[in-house]
């Protein structure tokens, strides 16, 4: 099993930043993605950007590409969300998740989700 403590999100100015953290323990992370999906109000979930802690690659939703930066601290079991030049469309429920890692060159689904930790609220608004 796999558990996911998400921390961070909050409220910011459109242009700010803000940082997204999620502690991952548990079994074998060559198996998995970790990292964030959003959804806003009205809105099916999405994903937004993941990494493969073991192998480094990544992925980004084309919406954040260049403000987003997604890293992760194996010594701490953290995979960071680093959101720069936030934009008022950014704001929704971010959720941590481990993903199926086969989901790179793929779908990034819901479906895919194999654990979910809570929702953290990003709330971008002057």
């Known amino acids: 099993d796999v558990q996911l403590q998400a921390s961070g999100g909050g409220l910011v100015q459109p242009g700010g930043s803000l940082r997204l953290s999620c502690v991952a323990s548990?079994?074998?992370?060559?198996?998995?993605?970790i990292g964030w999906f959003r959804q806003a109000p009205g809105k099916e979930r999405e994903g937004v950007s993941f990494i493969s802690p073991t192998k480094g690659r990544t992925y980004y939703i084309d919406s954040v590409k260049g403000r987003f930066t997604i890293s992760s601290d194996n010594a701490k079991n953290t995979v960071n969300l680093q959101m720069n030049s936030l934009k008022p469309e950014d704001t929704a429920d971010y959720y941590c998740a481990a993903v199926d890692i086969a989901s790179f060159g793929s779908k990034w689904a819901t479906t895919r989700v194999f654990y979910w930790g809570k929702g953290t609220q990003v709330t971008v608004s002057s």
């Open positions: 548990g079994s074998d992370f060559d198996y998995y993605a």
